[in-house]
């Protein structure tokens, strides 16, 4: 089943915060966080494990709550470079080694100048 | 460039007729992955190699698609009697897994599929 993303769009000035939200039915072994620009590949920004361990962009900051399923992304100061949609994709338990990626229907981020 | 290639990037067919993509992943990567994306949408699973080996596939998956890794390098992904519901863009990624790896997946650019 596809996690839910919230919010589906926002819209933000260079230099504010936004929350991006993955919310999923499964129980999960890790959730990877992409942006994709318009017309481009999705790029690996972050993956987050059960158990706590996580890699991925030095500018970026994730969180991964094991218990509600629930993982967020944090952007923070914004760049006009951030804009883009953003997508995670969750791994189950049942799987645990990142085989089948299930990916939400995105957020939309556009940041203003 | 060390990234994810795919060919053709964009390819125009009429329905009933097949079609053919290939995807090179980065060299050392043992796993690669197809995704399907239409708009607005997030990539979905469509089929997984470890190696030369098709470990998992969708259920989802109407047996018009087949795809094959032959030697564990490149992969080649073909949709048989195509259809218009087939348009959308497809993805390859490719990870290394390794006893301690992450697995994060690597995106190629896509082939965008448009069936007339």
């Known amino acids: 089943q596809q996690p839910v993303q919230s919010p589906q769009a926002v819209i933000l000035r260079e230099g504010e915060d936004a929350v991006i939200n993955c919310s999923s039915s499964k129980a999960l072994y890790s959730v990877h966080w992409y942006r994709q620009k318009h017309g481009e590949a999705p790029v690996f920004l972050m993956i987050?494990?059960?158990?706590?361990e996580q890699k991925g962009h030095d500018k970026i900051s994730a969180s991964f709550n094991e218990k509600k399923q629930q993982s967020s992304l944090y952007l923070t100061a914004s760049q006009l470079s951030y804009s883009g949609t953003y997508f995670c994709?969750?791994?189950?338990?049942?799987?645990?080694?990142?085989?089948?990626?299930?990916f939400g229907s995105g957020t939309q981020l556009t940041v203003l100048p | 460039d060390t990234g994810v290639s795919q060919d053709p990037r964009h390819k125009i067919t009429k329905r009933g007729q097949n079609v053919t993509f290939r995807c090179d992943p980065i060299s050392e990567h043992n796993r690669l992955y197809w995704y399907r994306q239409t708009l607005g949408q997030g990539p979905e699973f469509l089929t997984y190699f470890q190696n030369e080996a098709q470990l998992e596939k969708s259920r989802l998956l109407s047996d018009r698609f087949s795809a094959e890794r032959p030697k564990g390098s490149f992969s080649t992904l073909e949709i048989q009697r195509t259809e218009q519901g087939d348009s959308a863009m497809y993805l390859c990624?490719?990870?290394?897994?390794?006893?301690?790896?992450?697995?994060?997946?690597?995106f190629g650019p896509g082939t965008r599929l448009t069936v007339l």
């Open positions: 987050l494990l059960k158990g706590g």
């Open positions: 990624a490719s990870s290394l897994s390794t006893s301690g790896s992450y697995n994060e997946q690597f």
């Open positions: 994709g969750t791994d189950p338990i049942s799987s645990g080694s990142a085989r089948q990626l299930t």
